[in-house]
């Protein structure tokens, strides 16, 4: 019988969990949505509101008392010479209106918490972060691994999208870009 390491499955559940909840409240709030588990890149999910309005959404999903890692090269251009990495301009989304929805799991039924954004929002908070943190802050050098584009987001950095769902309809509607 086929077992899977007990690391990697509590991963993929966790990423299922967020995605079928994100699913579920979309559901909720009259949006067609369908979870695709991982199949395609940076989309999760496709929501479809009733005009036949396409919303493609990527989800993440943490434990409690955790945060989500990122890697910046994702976000951003960044060049690394001898050691010193130096933040260049930000990357533009694969796809036009994703929207991020960053989920902490509770550890009780009703606990888990909800972070709705454009992948422009969140590209822009790893982009200021990382500025802040390594580049600011440390010169631009990591000094244990030089190379690293790592960066972590805690939900006290979303706090201004906790339950944003409005953006959904905004989206749906073009209201976004007004």
Known sequence: ?????????????????????????????GFSAT???GNIPYIDIVATDQ???FIYVQVKTIKSNSSWQFDV???????INRGRQILKSPKDSLYPDLICVLVQRGKFYGEDLFYVLTWEDLRNLIYRKYEEEIIKKRGGRRPRTPESTHCAIYPKDLS???DRWELFEKIATGLHRE
Do not use: H
């Open 1 to 29: 019988m086929f077992k899977i390491k007990s690391k990697s499955w509590d991963q993929y559940t966790i990423q299922r969990f967020g995605e079928y909840l994100v699913t579920a409240e979309l559901c909720r709030r």
């Open 35 to 37: 979870p695709f588990a």
């Open 160 to 162: 201004e999208y906790k």
């Open 51 to 53: 005009s036949g309005n």
């Open 73 to 79: 090269r994702k976000f951003a251009n960044i060049e």
